[in-house]
C-alpha cells in the first residue's frame, strides 16, 4: 500500500485543520488505518485508528473532542479532522495502514506508512 498525505500547514491556536491521506496499490478497506505524529526532540506517538468499516474510531486521551478520524473506503482516503488546534499538536503526523495486527496504537502492528505532513500552531 502507498500512502500520500496532504492538508498540514500553518495554523493559530483554537484554528483547525483536515488532514487527508490516500491510498493506492491494495484493497484499502482490508486496512485499519491510523494517524501518528512526532514532535520536534520527542517520540513517535499515536493519534487515532478506524476501522475497517468506519464505523469504530479511538483516538488517544489529548485528542479526544477535538479530533475526527473518518475514511471514504469508495476514495481510498483517510481523514483527520483537527479542531481546537493547540501549540502542542505542533508536529509531523503520518498516516499507517494495517492488515494483521493485533493493537491499534502500537506502531510496530503497522505495516506501511506515509510520508507525513508538518501541522504548525502558532500561539
Known amino acids: 500500500v502507498q500512502l500520500q498525505a496532504s492538508g498540514g500547514g500553518l495554523v493559530q491556536a483554537g484554528g483547525s485543520l483536515r488532514l487527508s491521506c490516500a491510498a493506492s496499490?491494495?484493497?484499502?478497506?482490508?486496512?485499519?488505518m491510523g494517524w501518528f505524529r512526532q514532535a520536534p526532540g520527542k517520540e513517535r506517538e499515536f493519534v487515532a485508528a478506524?476501522?475497517?468499516?468506519?464505523?469504530?474510531?479511538y483516538y488517544t486521551d489529548s485528542v479526544k473532542a477535538r479530533f475526527t478520524i473518518s475514511r471514504d473506503n469508495a476514495k481510498s482516503t483517510v481523514y483527520l479532522q483537527m479542531n481546537s488546534l493547540e501549540p502542542a499538536d505542533t508536529a509531523v503526523y503520518s498516516c499507517?495502514?494495517?492488515?494483521?495486527?493485533?493493537?491499534?496504537?502500537?506502531?510496530?502492528?503497522?505495516?506501511?506508512w506515509g510520508q507525513g505532513t508538518l501541522v504548525t500552531v502558532s500561539s
Open positions: 499507517a495502514a494495517q492488515r494483521w495486527g493485533s493493537t491499534w496504537s502500537a506502531s510496530y502492528d503497522y505495516e506501511y
Open positions: 478506524v476501522s475497517r468499516s468506519g464505523s469504530t474510531t
Open positions: 496499490g491494495r484493497t484499502f478497506s482490508n486496512y485499519l
